[in-house]
């Protein structure tokens, strides 16, 4: 493909610390004072794009849904090497589940123009779920391959890698354009370079409202999506432990002892 | 409520009454030589399944209605035929939901010679078994097996829908959520019935297990979730039980855009996700070669091998090890932390274990905090120890 590789990359800003907090009486989370970053997860799919541009050739989008200081990440993205920026942000967008997020996410990429492949990470530290990249694809009608950890080769349109799953790896091939979401072992990410901070500094972040995506209000944001919060609490953690200090041989029977009595051994 | 008939005849029908058969609700007739589908239809496609003349069409311009959607269906992960032990908590699980609802509890299976499993999944607790057995599905791939549980789905029309939460689970739920225009929630380890309004309530952990969510899903159907392996309890076995068994062709024109050119089973023999023992190592290993002895403790107790972030950052083991909010999040019986301090990371990914015990040098590091039993001294002067006893008792026992 001379033309190069339109590669576009998800990610999600998240809170640096997964040590939260909620406000009791309004049952909003506590975010003053923890810094945002990126995704940690989607830190992995940036390097994956990267290195397919580096390969292949072609442009890395990144691109984000969030308030408007999610622009931040995207910077952050561009610092690390990514060409474009696009930030779907409006209010109508807020409150979105994986689905409505998924569908939006769509929209934006078919609004972006062509693509080759979608990268986005495993899941995100916060919500934990891992479902927006398969429903984005689904909404996209193209194949999603979850879990890779090695793409062997692009070639002639054609894909092929590796996806780890609990009991194995899995070799597959596929055509694009497909979704794909990545593994931490598929490549280490790169620091960003003082030449990317300058960039991301004068960087363009596309913001795309929805006057430019033009979505019915019904099928987006809290209102699109099917399901609801409806309770948060903080797990309750009953707990009564026993320290042990001593010789080594007594701390081998101290575990020992409590490996027979739970019927381990 | 139909806004339009969802199964549309064509010129096309020759009035063969092929579909009268087909149909497992008698929804279909022949009158004056043309096909003629009745208001309950429940849009199986079985009709058009069985049409030799393609003069069926199946229209999904039809609005749900959530009446129509009764029953627990669980979805039976199967591997080379054998059943995933997490399908018999979700038959428990949903066991318990349908009794509560008053309503009937299905399964699916979708692969090659598995028919023989459908005794299995009645003496658990289902009342009825969907089959689609076909040796082009005998292995997992998300188009097909995407594609067959919507039909499914749009056939059994259940209320709730539950899937494992393992790797294919976790992958498969969102495509068929997706394309049911559903909600799913992910990696539930709680689910209840709401007294009141029926609907399903579904508890999980976010932000690395430090806030739980109670979610609903009150306007799609079926409600979807997948559940957590390891949480619910196992449906106890009824030889006695009687069940339906409903066996349906695999679709003639079956998506399948990736190809499986290969498949290569994991070295270990159990993953962290399915242990119900793990053994940890941390940086307190000090070197790559310290999980050698990680792995002799976690071979003498039949379990798997854990690790910190790290370790595996560091490049001493694989990130399949890898226990912690980056990681896996695992919950076996009995975890055992070596060399780990306990980043707030690492517990949020064990600390649900039943019995957690850790062997490290600090009494004040966080791990301590978490444990059932805290050990304070050298891994590298305990663990032989510990072994040589493990050892010396199998030999005598």
């Not at chain 1, 919060?229 to 020992?256: H, M, R, S, W, Y």
């Not at chain 2, 692969?111 to 009825?128: C, E, F, S, W």
């Not at chain 2, 950052?313 to 060399?339: F, M, N």
Request: with cysteine; aromatic share 6%; glycine share 10%.
């Amino acid at each position: 493909m001379s033309t190069g590789l339109n590669i576009i990359v998800c990610i999600k800003q998240v809170l640096e610390t997964t040590e939260v907090e909620f406000d009791k009486e309004t049952g909003r989370l506590k975010r003053e004072g923890i810094a945002a970053i990126i995704n940690p997860f989607d830190e992995y799919a940036i390097e994956t794009g990267l290195r397919i541009k580096e390969k292949s050739g072609g442009l890395v989008k990144v691109l984000s849904m969030g308030p408007p200081n999610a622009e931040q990440a995207l910077r952050d993205a561009i610092a690390l090497g990514a060409d474009e920026a696009y930030l779907a942000t409006d209010h109508v967008f807020a409150g979105a589940d994986t689905w409505a997020t998924g569908y939006t996410l769509a929209k934006c990429v078919q609004k972006i123009g062509e693509f080759d492949i979608i990268i986005c990470g495993l899941k995100t530290t916060d919500g934990d779920t891992g479902q927006t990249g398969p429903e984005m694809a689904e909404v996209l009608d193209v194949p999603c391959i979850c879990y890779v950890n090695e793409i062997i080769s692009i070639k002639d349109g054609i894909i092929t890698l590796k996806r780890s799953l609990d009991e194995g790896i899995e070799l597959l091939e596929t055509k694009l354009p497909l979704v794909i979401t990545v593994s931490k072992d598929i490549a280490h990410p790169r620091l960003a370079t003082l030449r990317g901070r300058i960039a991301a500094k004068k960087a363009v972040i596309n913001q795309l409202t929805n006057k430019e995506l033009d979505l019915d209000v019904k099928t987006i944001g809290l209102e699109g999506s099917f399901t609801r919060v409806i309770k948060i609490f903080t797990p309750q953690i009953n707990f009564d432990g026993e320290i042990i200090q001593g010789n080594p041989n007594e701390l081998a029977d101290a575990i020992f002892y409590k490996l027979k009595e739970v019927k381990v051994i | 409520m139909l806004t339009e008939k969802p199964v549309r005849i064509t010129d096309s029908c020759v009035g063969c009454g092929l579909c009268t058969q087909a149909c497992p609700f008698g929804s279909i007739a022949v009158v004056d030589g043309l096909a003629v589908v009745a208001d309950d239809c429940r849009v199986c496609g079985s009709c058009a399944d069985a049409c030799p003349v393609d003069a069926i069409e199946m229209t999904k311009s039809y609005v749900k209605n959530i009446a129509d959607y009764k029953g627990v269906l669980v979805y039976v992960e199967q591997r080379e035929g054998e059943i995933h032990p997490v399908v018999y908590e979700l038959l428990g699980k949903g066991r318990e939901l349908a009794t509560q609802l008053g309503e009937e509890l299905y399964a699916v299976i979708i692969g090659n010679n598995i028919t023989k499993q459908t005794d299995q999944l009645i003496a658990r607790g289902a009342d009825v078994v969907y089959v689609y057995e076909d040796p082009i599905v005998a292995t997992f791939r998300d188009d097909p097996y995407t594609q067959i549980l919507d039909e499914c789905v749009n056939e059994c029309r259940p209320s709730i829908f539950l899937i494992g939460a393992t790797a294919l689970g976790r992958a498969l739920g969102p495509r068929v959520a997706a394309r049911l225009k559903t909600g799913l929630t992910a990696d539930c380890t709680g689910l209840e019935i709401d007294p009141q309004t029926k609907l399903l309530q579904q508890t999980r952990p976010a932000y690395g297990g430090n806030i739980m969510a109670t979610i609903i899903t009150p306007n799609g159907r079926p409600q979807m979730a997948t559940v957590r392996y390891k949480v619910m309890n196992e449906a106890g076995i009824d030889e006695k039980r009687n069940g339906v068994v409903i066996n349906r062709r695999v679709p003639k024109k079956l998506q399948d855009r990736v190809k499986t050119l290969g498949f290569v089973a994991a070295k270990e023999q159990i993953s962290i996700s399915d242990a119900d023992i793990i053994v940890s190592g941390g940086k307190g290993l000090g070197d790559p070669n310290g999980f050698k002895l990680i792995e002799d403790l976690a071979k003498e107790l039949g379990g798997a091998v854990g690790a910190s972030r790290p370790t595996v950052d560091e490049g001493w083991i694989t990130y399949r090890h890898q226990v912690g909010l980056s990681g896996k999040t695992v919950r076996p019986k009995i975890y055992i932390a070596c060399g780990i301090s306990g980043a707030v990371q690492h517990l949020a990914g064990m600390k649900t274990s039943d019995i957690i015990m850790s062997v490290n040098k600090d009494r004040d590091a966080p791990i301590c905090g978490v444990s059932t039993l805290s050990t304070i001294g050298d891994l590298y002067e305990v663990l032989p120890l510990l072994i040589q006893k493990i050892r010396d008792y199998k030999k005598n026992a």
